[in-house]
């Protein structure tokens, strides 16, 4: 981006120059994205005034200012970057961490000495590079000095110059209606406050002061979850732009490598034939197969797992050809095979039926040898799994184990059925040893990090979970579309996909689609700094794994900042201080200059040994592997051509040790963050703090599906796990209400959002309590609301009518339905009052006092239908809260009827008020009701008599022991009787 020092325009490539009062010119205040007044003036002529970087409107004002010249700009920008005091950095593109936020400006430049002590290696490389140019011909020569911006103008197709994705923001009718209700629904809040604490309720203070601390959480609660979604956007992208700009006939495709990365741990939980459908979903995208790796993490070191891998290899030397030969979607077998739909729709080739018939006949034979591999591991012999060459496998004592690596496809590896090279297949299994913490997944994915660095090293990473398989063939180019664009990727960490999933009845009775998240929250994460990552579905960038910051970031001094961390408003700056934190691409210069390998150390004399001693500095932050410091700082990716190809599996070997990490910042500041279960969560939070943008890709055909838990029990164990991850989150040192505050780069409504994803699990106390509310004041005779005053009924109706409202408009803009809305609101009542109540006392068990507790799920009933599982009965400790409060209110109910009969007309209208806050509890924990009673639409006849049993003998008994008269004092009688005279 830089010239000189001088900063240019993204689109032109010419100087953006100034303002008129000496500032930079700057179209987007936002995130002050670089773009000259010329092309500014065509992107309105064009009808696009927004930001194509991060979607904000352009600052049209600044089209009126006088232009100013330029001339002088680059030489001070030169001059201030040759007088600024430079650290003995040991590069300059440091690895960043949020606690210096790498705020100061020494650390971005490196040391000068630096660059005389590589001198000599730098003349070495040149030297090399000399030799390459003078060997290439002369045409290739002059077209190397064509700069690509030449290149793209000279191309006939229009759409390589054409944007590769755009913006779409909400119609403005929509968002600025929902916007004002929101607001009006805050003053509603304020008022409704107002009137709760001046009103007490003096006969049952308790009870009021309890709901009015459980009300005030909720609307807490509620501005951090609805203030996130202020700015929801759409993006759409360009598929055929993106080919028609990187895949130019008669030359080599230049789309971006990506690394595939599956993982699964045991075979047994995790059916190798999931986990297979979904490695045939990778091999088989739409992408050029010498860009594709995929590398699966066996966690646990099973030979269940590497030999259906063999298997799937061998079945993938046909089922590659099928899908790219008729385009098929989706390009996983089982899932394909399945559908209830026309196969026959769109295929025009006379010989598809022929073909189809024939490889589904060969799937269905994989599938008998697959089966045939589980049914054989079911029993492990006593002296432990052998190969088919008689050796011990590895692998036996999963906990105890050297690593394991094996390379199946690729381009030195088998060809499919018609010799076309297939995508590299990697299986990967890290080493453990006992006395080591593994870090269990997020180990597992840092292993293939580092993995994938020394074998393919593509500068973009796709991780799955073994239960995902590709959905849509052309996920790689969808994210292509964002990672690749010179304007709008150049600061994205990565694009998260939504999930979706197989698999769920149509009512989606425990909302396991999460619509609402993915639909509604997602997108309006989107409009601020991107959404969270969701632990699957995730391209990254490579480079931001590595801790680095962004390119082009704005960086806040100390010395000059008067920003507030909370807002992230931008302080004002001197201008020529402004452009040096802006634009330091100088940096590239001196990162490529730190491009070398350690193992030459020995061809350099003793001073040139001494001088470059000081690469060790990134065996601290890296490991001690000089093939995978050396990857670390290709951008572009690929092995470096120092290597030798022949050493590259035990340089493998050795980056998946387990000690490698040791005294390193793996899990600290680099990879997958360690600390939490959800370390997803965790490890974008960390992009997002450095200053990285992520961006939400929704294409029209979901890119990727899975399966989800669809019983009651087991899906309760799974919001278990979320909420313990955000409890662990809350109670560490990367708790997002105070963790990277100092640095201004995570944006106030980013930050709003990362705190309802840590504290949404406390909300379970308030809730249990408040659902208890209604019957202890059917029971009692009591109220939590004073007699009602007009004035008090008209806040509580603009309350009800608020929350109504601000849900429809959601639903406009969002495209979601209410039915999923519904779902969403129900199970939030039921996950916080089972789920996350246990995981708030076991993360403060498991944080504070060291104790880790264990829920066990028993089956007790099985169905062999469609939806079977969705029927099962576990019996988890779970069950008890909601239960409890199920039984509760119904009695409450029952009370408070009785009641009503014995005291006559005037207790009919106190009555209305208690015993509709009871049927709203009832109505919310309707679906976990139904999951209790077992088959759908089957309530087994006795329960309906027990419960019309129970509820007569409840209310018989309610009437005979009328707790609500009241009864003297058998003292007071006594005395009565002394004094009467009988």
């Known amino acids: 981006m830089m010239q000189s020092g001088a900063p240019i325009c993204s689109t032109c490539g010419e100087q953006i120059g100034l303002r008129a009062n000496g500032d930079l010119f700057m179209a987007c205040h936002e995130c002050n994205f670089p773009i000259c007044r010329a092309c500014l003036e065509y992107e309105i002529k064009e009808e696009r005034r927004i930001c194509l970087r991060c979607g904000n409107p352009y600052d049209e004002n600044l089209l009126d200012e006088a232009e100013t010249k330029t001339s002088g700009n680059g030489s001070a920008i030169a001059t201030h970057l040759e007088n600024t005091p430079r650290d003995s950095g040991i590069h300059a593109r440091h690895v960043s961490t949020v606690s210096t936020v790498d705020s100061e400006l020494n650390d971005e430049y490196g040391n000068p000495i630096w660059k005389n002590r590589v001198e000599s290696w730098k003349d070495k490389k040149e030297k090399k590079s000399k030799k390459k140019k003078d060997e290439m011909p002369k045409a290739d020569e002059d077209e190397a000095r064509i700069p690509p911006q030449q290149h793209m103008e000279d191309m006939p197709n229009a759409e390589v110059t054409e944007p590769l994705s755009v913006v779409i923001p909400i119609e403005r009718t929509k968002i600025t209606s929902y916007r004002i209700i929101i607001v009006v629904r805050l003053i509603i809040l304020a008022l409704f406050f107002h009137y709760r604490l001046t009103n007490p309720v003096n006969s049952a203070f308790g009870l009021w002061i309890t709901s009015v601390i459980c009300e005030i959480w909720f609307a807490f609660s509620w501005v951090l979850d609805q203030f996130p979604k202020w700015y929801p956007i759409n993006r759409e992208t360009y598929v055929n732009r993106l080919s028609a700009r990187y895949e130019r006939p008669g030359e080599p495709p230049e789309l971006a490598a990506v690394d595939f990365f599956v993982s699964t741990v045991d075979p047994l939980k995790e059916p190798p034939l999931i986990t297979s459908n979904t490695v045939l979903s990778i091999l088989a995208l739409d992408y050029p197969v010498d860009k594709v790796s995929c590398y699966v993490s066996d966690d646990g070191a099973a030979m269940l797992s590497f030999e259906s891998l063999v298997e799937t290899a061998d079945f993938a030397r046909k089922w590659?050809?099928?899908?790219?030969?008729?385009?098929?979607?989706?390009?996983?077998?089982?899932?394909?095979?399945?559908?209830?739909?026309?196969?026959?729709?769109?295929?025009?080739?006379?010989?598809?039926?022929?073909?189809?018939?024939?490889?589904?006949?060969?799937?269905?034979?994989?599938?008998?040898?697959?089966?045939?591999?589980?049914?054989?591991?079911?029993?492990?012999?006593?002296?432990?799994?052998?190969?088919?060459?008689?050796?011990?496998?590895?692998?036996?004592?999963?906990?105890?184990?050297?690593?394991?690596?094996?390379?199946?496809?690729?381009?030195?590896?088998?060809?499919?059925?018609?010799?076309?090279?297939?995508?590299?297949?990697?299986?990967?299994?890290?080493?453990?040893?006992?006395?080591?913490?593994?870090?269990?997944?997020?180990?597992?994915?840092?292993?293939?990090?580092?993995?994938?660095?020394?074998?393919?090293?593509?500068?973009?990473?796709?991780?799955?979970?073994?239960?995902?398989?590709?959905?849509?063939?052309?996920?790689?180019?969808?994210?292509?579309?964002?990672?690749?664009?010179?304007?709008?990727?150049?600061?994205?960490?990565?694009?998260?996909?939504?999930?979706?999933?197989?698999?769920?009845?149509?009512?989606?009775?425990?909302?396991?689609?999460?619509?609402?998240?993915?639909?509604?929250?997602?997108?309006?994460?989107?409009?601020?700094?991107?959404?969270?990552?969701?632990?699957?579905?995730?391209?990254?960038?490579?480079?931001?794994?590595?801790?680095?910051?962004?390119?082009?970031?704005?960086?806040?001094?100390?010395?000059?900042?008067?920003?507030?961390?909370?807002?992230?408003?931008?302080?004002?700056?001197?201008?020529?201080?402004?452009?040096?934190?802006?634009?330091?691409?100088?940096?590239?210069?001196?990162?490529?200059?730190?491009?070398?390998?350690?193992?030459?150390?020995?061809?350099?004399?003793?001073?040139?040994?001494?001088?470059?001693?000081?690469?060790?500095?990134?065996?601290?932050?890296?490991?001690?592997?000089?093939?995978?410091?050396?990857?670390?700082?290709?951008?572009?990716?690929?092995?470096?051509?120092?290597?030798?190809?022949?050493?590259?599996?035990?340089?493998?070997?050795?980056?998946?040790?387990?000690?490698?990490?040791?005294?390193?910042?793996?899990?600290?500041?680099?990879?997958?963050?360690?600390?939490?279960?959800?370390?997803?969560?965790?490890?974008?939070?960390?992009?997002?703090?450095?200053?990285?943008?992520?961006?939400?890709?929704?294409?029209?055909?979901?890119?990727?599906?899975?399966?989800?838990?669809?019983?009651?029990?087991?899906?309760?164990?799974?919001?278990?796990?979320?909420?313990?991850?955000?409890?662990?989150?809350?109670?560490?040192?990367?708790?997002?209400?105070?963790?990277?505050?100092?640095?201004?780069?995570?944006?106030?409504?980013?930050?709003?959002?990362?705190?309802?994803?840590?504290?949404?699990?406390?909300?379970?106390?308030?809730?249990?309590?408040?659902?208890?509310?209604?019957?202890?004041?059917?029971?009692?005779?009591?109220?939590?609301?004073?007699?009602?005053?007009?004035?008090?009924?008209?806040?509580?109706?603009?309350?009800?009518?608020?929350?109504?409202?601000?849900?429809?408009?959601?639903?406009?803009?969002?495209?979601?339905?209410?039915?999923?809305?519904?779902?969403?609101?129900?199970?939030?009542?039921?996950?916080?009052?089972?789920?996350?109540?246990?995981?708030?006392?076991?993360?403060?068990?498991?944080?504070?006092?060291?104790?880790?507790?264990?829920?066990?799920?028993?089956?007790?009933?099985?169905?062999?239908?469609?939806?079977?599982?969705?029927y099962i009965v576990k019996w988890t400790t779970l069950l008890i809260p909601p239960t409890t409060l199920l039984i509760v209110n119904m009695v409450g109910v029952v009370a408070g009827f009785s009641d009503a009969l014995n005291k006559g007309y005037e207790a009919w209208g106190p009555l209305f008020g208690k015993v509709f806050f009871a049927f709203w509890v009832i109505l919310h924990l309707y679906p976990f009701l139904k999951g209790l009673m077992g088959r759908q639409n089957r309530t087994p006849t006795i329960v309906v008599l027990w419960s019309v049993l129970l509820a007569s003998v409840f209310s018989l008994v309610w009437v005979r022991i009328n707790p609500f008269v009241a009864r003297p004092d058998s003292a007071t009688i006594a005395q009565n009787c002394i004094a009467i005279d009988c």
């Open 320 to 870: 590659v050809p099928f899908c790219k030969k008729f385009a098929i979607e989706p390009r996983a077998p089982e899932f394909y095979f399945s559908q209830k739909i026309d196969y026959l729709k769109d295929k025009v080739q006379p010989s598809f039926v022929k073909e189809r018939r024939a490889m589904k006949r060969d799937y269905e034979e994989f599938k008998i040898r697959i089966n045939a591999l589980v049914a054989k591991a079911q029993k492990t012999p006593e002296e432990g799994w052998t190969m088919q060459d008689g050796t011990p496998w590895p692998g036996n004592n999963t906990r105890d184990h050297p690593g394991m690596i094996q390379v199946f496809l690729g381009h030195s590896g088998a060809r499919d059925i018609e010799g076309n090279e297939l995508p590299r297949l990697v299986y990967v299994s890290r080493e453990k040893r006992p006395g080591y913490q593994h870090h269990k997944k997020a180990g597992a994915e840092n292993a293939l990090v580092r993995v994938s660095a020394v074998l393919t090293n593509a500068p973009f990473i796709l991780n799955l979970d073994c239960d995902h398989y590709v959905n849509n063939s052309k996920a790689a180019r969808e994210a292509m579309c964002f990672l690749m664009d010179p304007v709008v990727g150049q600061d994205v960490c990565y694009v998260q996909f939504p999930q979706r999933f197989d698999g769920i009845d149509k009512s989606d009775r425990y909302a396991n689609r999460n619509i609402v998240f993915f639909d509604v929250n997602m997108k309006g994460l989107d409009g601020i700094q991107g959404p969270m990552y969701v632990g699957t579905g995730c391209v990254f960038r490579r480079q931001a794994l590595y801790g680095y910051s962004p390119p082009s970031k704005p960086r806040s001094l100390p010395e000059s900042s008067s920003s507030c961390s909370w807002c992230c408003c931008p302080a004002k700056k001197k201008p020529t201080k402004d452009l040096s934190e802006v634009y330091r691409d100088a940096k590239r210069e001196e990162l490529d200059a730190a491009i070398f390998n350690l193992r030459d150390l020995d061809n350099y004399d003793e001073y040139e040994r001494s001088m470059l001693i000081s690469q060790t500095s990134f065996e601290k932050t890296f490991g001690l592997s000089s093939v995978f410091i050396e990857s670390t700082l290709m951008e572009n990716g690929g092995v470096p051509e120092s290597v030798n190809p022949s050493t590259l599996i035990k340089e493998a070997i050795h980056v998946i040790s387990c000690g490698y990490e040791e005294k390193t910042e793996w899990g600290k500041e680099i990879g997958w963050i360690y600390g939490s279960v959800t370390e997803d969560i965790l490890t974008g939070f960390k992009m997002h703090c450095r200053g990285w943008r992520s961006i939400y890709c929704m294409p029209l055909r979901p890119a990727f599906k899975g399966s989800a838990p669809i019983n009651l029990s087991d899906r309760l164990h799974q919001v278990l796990r979320w909420a313990l991850g955000s409890v662990e989150i809350f109670l560490s040192r990367h708790c997002p209400l105070w963790y990277g505050c100092g640095g201004g780069r995570l944006k106030w409504l980013q930050r709003l959002a990362y705190i309802n994803t840590i504290v949404y699990p406390f909300t379970s106390l308030p809730l249990i309590a408040y659902c208890s509310l209604p019957a202890i004041c059917l029971l009692t005779g009591k109220f939590i609301i004073p007699t009602l005053s007009n004035l008090a009924s008209m806040l509580f109706l603009g309350l009800f009518l608020s929350i109504i409202i601000t849900s429809v408009l959601e639903l406009r803009w969002s495209g979601v339905s209410i039915e999923d809305l519904w779902r969403n609101e129900q199970f939030w009542v039921i996950g916080g009052v089972s789920a996350h109540l246990f995981a708030v006392f076991q993360g403060l068990l498991k944080m504070l006092a060291g104790f880790d507790t264990n829920f066990t799920v028993t089956a007790k009933a099985a169905d062999d239908l469609e939806f079977g599982e969705l």
